[in-house]
C-alpha cells in the first residue's frame, strides 16, 4: 500500500473522498488543490477514523456514493463531529470517451467535487424512519419470491404436460388444493414437488405476517394521522399510503409538487434543441416501487374519481391508455403531497 501525506494547515477545510467497497476502501483527502492522504484502507469506519483523525472533526468533510453500503457510515461521521454528504451515484459526471475507471480515480473524483463545491447529496433519512422502510420493503421482498416460486411451479407442470383449472391473478385456494392432489407416480419427484408447494404456503403466510406488521406501524403515532388523510383519496389504501409515507420522509423537502414527481420518475423526458421540441417517455428514475404502487392505485382512482376518471379518458383517446395512467398516477401524487402538507382528509370539491 502507497501513501501520500501532506500535512494541511489547520484552518483549512479538509474534503475526503471514499470510495466504498465490501473489503476495502479507497480513500483520497484533500485540502483545496492540495492531496493530502492517498490509500486503500480496510472497509470499516476504524481505519478511516485514524486517517481523519488527524484533523479537527469541524474541519472535516465526508463523501461518498449512495449504495449497498446504506448510511452507517453517514451515521458515524455525525457521531464523530464530521460532516458527510451522501452522493447519488446517476449524479457523478462522467468524462466524455474515458473508458478508464479505478476505485481510486473514484475517491480523487468525490474529494473534487467536495473541493469545488459542486455536491449533489441525497436525502438521508434517520434511523427510525430507515427501519419503518425495512418493514414495507421486506413485504416487497415476500413478494417477488411468493411470484418466482409460481413461475417455478407453472415452469413444471408445463413440462409434464400438465394443466390446473386456474382463474388469472392470485391463486385462490381451491387452486392450490388442486396441485396438491396431483400424483406424478414417482415417490421422490412427488416429494420434491410438495415441497416448492410448502414454500409457496410458508410465503404467503411470511406476507399476512408482515401485513399484520404494516397495519401495526399505520397505526402508530408517527403515521397514524397521516394514514388518514391520504387513504382518503381514492385508490389509496393503508398499503399504498405507508409506501408513501415510508420512501418520501418528509414531505416538506420539495419545494414543489414537480420535485416529488421528479423523486418518483414520474416527468417525461425531453430531447430538445433550437426550436424543436421532443418530449418522450417519463424519466423512470428514483422509485420504481412507488410508481407502480402509484399506477395500481390510479386504476382504482379512476373508478371512483369523476375527475381522475376524465382526465384518463382525455388522454387515452389521443396517446394511449398506457400514457393516461401515468398522468393520472401523477396528478393522484400531487394530491397526496397537497393533503399531506394542508393536514387534511381528500374533498372532491377542493381537490388539487
Known amino acids: 500500500m502507497r501513501s501520500n ?13 471514499v470510495d466504498v467497497h465490501l473489503s476495502s476502501w ?6 483545496g488543490e492540495e492531496i493530502l492522504f492517498r490509500a486503500s484502507l480496510g472497509g470499516s469506519w476504524v481505519e478511516l477514523k485514524k486517517v481523519i ?41 462522467v468524462e466524455s470517451g474515458n473508458r478508464i475507471k479505478t476505485d481510486r480515480r473514484d475517491s480523487v473524483k468525490l474529494a473534487d467535487m467536495a473541493a469545488r463545491g459542486s455536491v449533489p447529496k441525497v436525502w438521508v433519512p434517520t434511523l427510525s424512519q430507515r427501519y419503518d422502510r425495512e418493514v414495507l420493503r421486506e413485504r416487497r421482498r415476500l413478494i417477488r419470491q411468493v411470484r418466482q416460486v409460481q413461475c417455478q411451479i407453472k415452469a413444471l407442470l408445463h413440462c409434464y404436460g400438465l394443466k390446473v383449472a386456474c382463474r388469472p391473478g392470485r391463486w385462490s385456494e381451491v387452486f392450490v388444493s388442486r396441485l396438491w392432489q396431483l400424483r406424478f407416480g414417482h415417490r421422490l419427484m412427488q416429494e420434491s414437488f410438495g415441497r416448492l408447494l410448502e414454500r409457496y404456503q410458508f410465503l404467503r403466510q411470511q406476507i399476512v405476517a408482515q401485513d399484520k406488521l404494516i397495519r401495526d406501524l399505520a397505526c402508530g403515532e408517527e403515521y397514524g394521522e397521516k394514514v388518514k388523510w391520504l387513504t382518503s383519496l381514492p385508490g389509496v389504501g393503508v398499503l399504498t399510503a405507508m409506501e408513501l409515507l415510508v420512501e418520501l420522509g418528509d414531505i416538506t423537502r420539495f419545494d414543489r409538487a414537480e420535485h416529488v414527481a421528479a423523486y418518483i420518475g414520474l416527468t417525461p423526458s425531453e430531447y430538445s434543441t433550437g426550436a424543436q421540441v421532443r418530449r418522450g417517455h417519463i424519466s423512470r428514475c428514483g422509485k420504481a416501487a412507488l410508481r407502480s ?12 374519481d369523476r375527475q381522475l376518471a376524465e382526465v384518463y379518458h382525455r388522454i387515452r383517446a389521443r396517446q394511449g391508455g398506457k400514457r393516461a395512467i401515468v398522468a393520472v398516477a401523477r396528478r393522484l401524487l400531487l394530491r397526496v403531497r397537497r393533503l399531506w402538507l394542508d393536514g387534511r382528509c381528500y374533498q372532491p370539491a377542493t381537490a388539487a
Open 5 to 17: 501525506v501532506v500535512m494541511g494547515s489547520e484552518s483549512r477545510s479538509i474534503f475526503v473522498g
Open 26 to 31: 479507497h480513500v483520497t483527502v484533500r485540502s
Open 53 to 93: 483523525s488527524r484533523w479537527r472533526p469541524e474541519q472535516v468533510v465526508i463523501l461518498y456514493e449512495a449504495g449497498f453500503s446504506g448510511f452507517w457510515l453517514y451515521d458515524e461521521v455525525v457521531k464523530w463531529g464530521g460532516a458527510c454528504i451522501v452522493v447519488p451515484p446517476s449524479r457523478i459526471p
Open 293 to 304: 404502487r402509484l399506477v395500481e392505485a390510479s386504476w382504482v382512482a379512476i373508478r371512483f
